[in-house]
């Protein structure tokens, strides 16, 4: 048994990381069913296609439907209290479930294991929880299942470490158009609300040449996007290269020739120009930014460690509505952290209606363990969080609306990724400045891209006609 430990997560000792190959280990089960439940960003949903990957070249098959499972498989996400919430209730559900079926094996891993308080309460309180791991060892699944299996008993399994890097997964990914590419793991900006930078260990950059060779062999597979991850993409290369950056390698995915190239996420701080000039002249990198402003207020800005003010923000923000064509930007806010008044939050609605994003993310601010903020004073009060939350999102929602509504009878680049929720003659894809839209279309579209003339606009998807 391994159980995380905070203070160790916190290390940033500009220690030499290890690269090393993913290695198979045999499973003791065989032919077994399992299902998989994944909570968070990207970056979780990316490491649940590694655990699928590992899963089945182990012989396992996925089930969408939990009773059919013998082994259940929760990645969890620990970023807001609200995240916590639908993993205990799941879990409480799953307790039943295993109440009538003995064999059945729970597993819980991801983010929130790497919290101390988290990982203890399994220990002492989940007794029918079988196998926890963390985000560090996500490639030896199958030796922590074994361990549980082979000495019946829960097995925990949880590192604090700086963190290596595993190359060579067998990912199984979703669909073969549009995947996910690791490109930073890790996070060294500890803004002082966050708790991700604990778990999931210092900024680890991969090689230029594994990420290339990775998106050169998708291209080969047919597929049409990658999506470059990392907490702050922006960061690219600092740890292991003295002059190659996000602006670099960016132009050399580019090289490969893939059809469409995004990045998230993006901190305003390491935004460099290079990075505006390739995204504007590069036609297969998207013109899409997400750009977590956080809040507009300055002292809220300082409080939050985020080493920018709203003036800096706002000119990367103009310059890169300036200098790319077609660009739309996101962001990200949090409302109600401590000391926010009612002037603070005001400023926030001001930078909103100055920027009118393309979209944002908006949060109510949530404590988190052993974080800088959690302690500090003048916690807001909930019910003053969630009205300056709906307040925010009506403004926001406006500009989404406003800014969707410039595409009326435009003709836009839509990728392909599926059928619509909204019927099942609708097929849905993303712009290339990542707006989602729906129009009638045939399933044999699937994959390709097409023309589409948008003909309504609405705050989260527009309605289009196919013209090829
Ligand atoms: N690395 C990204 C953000 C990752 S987390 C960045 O720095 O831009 C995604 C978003 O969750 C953050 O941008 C922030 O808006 C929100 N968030 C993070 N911690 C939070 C907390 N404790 N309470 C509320 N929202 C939070
Ligand atoms: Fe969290 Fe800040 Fe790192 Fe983003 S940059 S993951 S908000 S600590
Ligand atoms: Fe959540 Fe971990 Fe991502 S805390 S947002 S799953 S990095």
Redo the contacts with the bound molecule.
Sequence with gaps: MNLPNMIEAKKRDKKEFNVYNYKNEECVLKNKKYFIRTYG?QMNEHDTEKIKGILELNGFSEVFDVKLADVVILNTCA???NAHNKVFGFLGQLKHLKESKKDLLIGVGGCMPQEENVANEIKDKYKYIDFVFGTHNIDNIIGIINECVLNNRQNIEVYSKYGDVCEGFPFKRDNGITAYVDIILG?N?F?T????PYTRGAQRSRSKESIIREVQMLKEQGYKEVTLL???VNAYGKDIYDNYTLANLLKDVSGTGIERIRFV???PWDFIDDMIEVIALMPNVMPYV???V?SGSNKILKLMGRRYTKENYIELYNKIRSKIENVSVTT???VG?PGETEEDFNETISLVNQCKFDGA????????EN?P??IMENQVEETVKFERLNKLNEVVNRYSNENNSKYLDKVVKVLVLGQSEKGNDKLMGYTENMKLVNFIGDKSLIGEIVDVKITDAKSFSMDGILLN
């Design positions: 960003c970023i807001r209290e996070c900006k803004c609300y966050c708790i991700v990392g907490q702050n996420t993006s901190h997400h750009l977590p956080q990200d806010i949090i952290f993310f908006t949060f109510a601010y949530s404590p988190r974080t903020a959690s």
